[in-house]
């Protein structure tokens, strides 16, 4: 079970990232008024694309919690890792954004220093 509580976690985190980036994208920039801004803002909390997207993150809370009842956080918590490379697959399918060389390295990067430092090595 530890490993679907995870796997909920990282499905639900990437999902709410990319609604996030989607919508975001369909309103357009931040206006810069004060007023406009907020209203702005206020817009974007009752689009219900947007609203899946902050339940999604309370889904994927509640996966994280029921991962610290049956592991170590120093061990569960470099699976999230794997939300950057899913993110980052899914923004190049979604928006198109290139993926790079130096995202692939930086990514690599990353990861490898999350296995390297859960190993205690």
Do not use: C
């Not at 079970?1 to 975001?24: D, E, N, P, S």
């Not at 919690?65 to 899913?86: C, G, R």
């Amino acid at each position: 079970m530890l490993y679907l509580y995870i796997f909920g976690t990282i499905v639900f985190t990437v999902y709410g990232q990319i609604i996030f980036k989607w919508r975001i994208n369909h309103f357009g920039d931040l206006p810069g008024g004060v007023y406009d801004n907020i209203s702005f803002l206020l817009k974007l909390l009752i689009d219900p694309f947007i609203f899946s997207g902050f339940l999604s993150a309370l889904v994927a809370a509640l996966f994280w919690m029921a991962v610290m009842t049956k592991s170590d956080l120093s061990y569960a918590y470099p699976f999230m890792s794997l939300s950057f490379i899913l993110v980052l697959i899914a923004s190049s399918v979604v928006f198109g954004e290139l993926i790079t060389v130096n995202k692939i390295a930086g990514l690599s990067l990353i990861v490898f220093g999350i296995f390297i430092s859960s190993r205690g090595l």
